[in-house]
């Protein structure tokens, strides 16, 4: 529906690269006029803090507050784990990015190679194990 590219640079880690990408997610979403919204990452600690209620006492705890605090904009916001193999977009477009010093969005469309991308990464879903 929506992807967007948004540089941040001199991020610490990759887990706060991936919170940041939580805040980014959910911004879109809440300025594009989306109120039902699935988030899929690859950074199984980050999906488990913003998916828990409680106190978060990690360098991350700006950002999940974040996530926490934008939760009534939507109507339904859920956040699910997905192994690598699955999320060949989000990599994709994190390439896109380097270098970049300017945030990019899609709407409706994106560049081939990532809507390419994601019909791999739906057949990967949707496949047997």
């Known amino acids: ?7 941040h640079h001199f991020v610490a880690n990759p887990e706060l690269a991936e919170a940041y990408v939580c805040v980014d997610a959910l911004n879109l979403a809440r300025d594009t006029g989306f109120l ?3 988030i899929e990452g690859d950074a199984l600690t980050v999906i488990n803090k913003v998916n828990c209620s409680g106190i978060d006492r990690s360098s991350l705890r700006a950002l999940t507050k974040q996530v926490h605090d934008m939760r009534a904009v939507f109507s ?3 956040f699910s784990y997905i192994g690598r193999s699955c999320n ?7 390439r896109e990015d380097r270098g970049s010093s300017c945030p990019r969005f899609w709407i409706e469309e994106a560049p081939p190679i990532i809507e390419q991308a994601a019909l791999q990464d739906i057949w990967w879903v949707n496949s047997p194990i």
Request: aromatic share 0%; hydrophobic share 70%.
């Open 1 to 7: 529906m929506a992807a967007g590219v948004i540089p």
């Open 88 to 94: 060949a977009v989000a990599h994709l477009l994190a």
């Open 36 to 38: 039902s919204i699935i």
């Open 76 to 78: 339904s916001l859920s």
